[in-house]
């Protein structure tokens, strides 16, 4: 980003940092008012991303497609100041507790806790002012032949309505020549919490503002889904996919048959294998023909999102794109939505001393 347009940009967070300490005027607000916006670049041969401590966003990852062009593969806004009131989540770190909450309202040991109602009476993302709408801090930076980046925060008691002081990291590293992890760490301090993060980078294989993702190949490993009710909370079900079109167990295009999914793909798959997560498996590969661009996504969680940028409607993007509908998918590797209220899904509360792990790797190849 130039100097100039960044010293825009920064006088425009500044405002409206002002005004989020002047609303709730707590310790925590001014404390993270003063702190300041970085922009890294991490490089490995022609692959890079580069990420912000704004919201531990990922702004950009730039790759070869089979002719050697290098392209930007993820969808993100023209500048910092659009994200402040960002609803997209383009790139976003979400929490503390990613997708649903019900209602907004949760008991944990017979305490009732009310969470911000941002989406209808649920709670979605972690409130109104999530993780992704946070300044987290830059814990250590490494350059080199695997160049990382650790940015960390720390979530307080009654944050947006969550129990608890809680320290969360995460790391964004080049671990390959076309890949990178994402490593999250969360560990409450003082009283038992829900926790559930999830990485909210929008996807397009033939470069972010390159058409829609609808003629993409996807294949997802997994054999069921979560279904929803009308406001998008699990009913608690678990519903297989043969014969539905959230069928993706072999590679399929997303627009071959999302006619038939109201709204559009989004919607949580029950991954193949333990439930309990814990051990690293493949999740999802996405090709597309034009590019020959293929991305391998592996995680170590029991529930993979997947949404087909449904509320997308000409949103003006990076460099004078603008994306339709359709025009970036999402694959959130994550705990099952509204957990907290389903007994039969996986654990989603931890307790001081416990300690949240989130690991994901992309790997990129040309076919
Ligand atoms: C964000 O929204 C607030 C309240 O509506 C507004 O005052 C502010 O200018 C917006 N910030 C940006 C960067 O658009
Ligand atoms: C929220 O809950 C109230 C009370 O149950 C209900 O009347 C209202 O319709 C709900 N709003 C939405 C957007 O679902
Ligand atoms: C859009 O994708 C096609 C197919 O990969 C490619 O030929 C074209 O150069 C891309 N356009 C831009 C502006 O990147």
């Known amino acids: 980003m130039a100097p ?17 300490v002047g609303r709730n005027g707590g310790a925590e607000a001014r404390k993270r008012g003063k702190q300041s916006l ?15 401590n704004w919201g531990a966003t990922i702004l950009a990852v730039r790759l070869p497609d089979k002719n050697g062009h290098i392209a930007d593969v993820v969808l993100g806004y023209k500048d910092i100041g659009s994200y402040v009131n960002d609803t997209t989540y383009f790139g976003g770190l979400v929490g503390r507790v990613a997708n649903r909450i019900a209602g907004g309202r949760f008991t944990i040991k017979g305490r009732a ?27 250590e930076r490494v350059t080199g032949d695997f160049p990382h ?17 809680l320290d969360v990291l995460v790391t964004y590293k080049l671990d390959g020549d076309c890949s990178y992890s994402v490593t999250m760490y969360a560990r409450p301090l003082d009283k038992p919490t829900p926790v559930n993060l999830a990485q909210h980078t929008y996807w397009n294989l033939r470069g972010h503002g390159n058409g829609t993702v609808l003629g993409h190949a996807v294949q997802i490993f997994a054999s069921a889904v979560t279904p929803v009710d009308g406001d998008l909370i699990p009913t608690g079900a678990v519903a297989p996919v043969a ?13 071959a048959r999302i006619a038939d999914v109201e709204g559009g793909y989004d919607i949580n798959y029950v991954l193949d294998g333990e439930m309990d997560g814990q051990r690293v498996r493949k999740v999802a590969v996405v090709s597309d023909d034009d ?36 025009g970036g998918m999402c694959l959130e590797t994550q705990d099952f939505p509204d957990a907290v209220h389903e007994p ?24």
């Not at 529930?303 to 004078?320: E, I, P, R, S, V």
Request: glycine fraction near 14%.
């Open 291 to 326: 590019s020959g661009r293929v991305m391998e996504l592996w995680a170590d969680q029991p529930g993979l999102q997947f949404y087909t940028g449904n509320f997308l409607k000409g949103d003006a993007g990076k460099g004078g794109a603008v994306y339709a509908k359709h």
């Open 38 to 52: 970085g922009f890294y670049e991490l490089r490995r041969g022609e692959f890079s991303m580069v990420v912000t």
């Open 4 to 20: 100039a347009r960044k010293g825009m940009v920064l006088v425009c967070l500044a405002v409206v940092i002002l005004v989020a």
């Open 149 to 165: 980046i650790t940015f960390a925060y720390r979530s307080y008691d009654g944050e947006q309505g969550f129990p608890g002081d």
């Open 344 to 367: 039969g899904f996986p654990r989603e509360v931890y307790r001081p001393g416990q300690v949240y792990k989130h690991y994901m790797l992309y790997k990129f190849s040309i076919k």
């Open 243 to 255: 014969g539905t079109p959230f069928d993706f167990r072999a590679p399929a295009a997303p627009g």
């Open 113 to 139: 806790y009310h969470t911000y109602q941002n989406d209808g009476n649920n709670t979605l993302h972690g409130g109104h002012r999530g993780f992704n709408q946070v300044f987290w801090s830059v814990r």
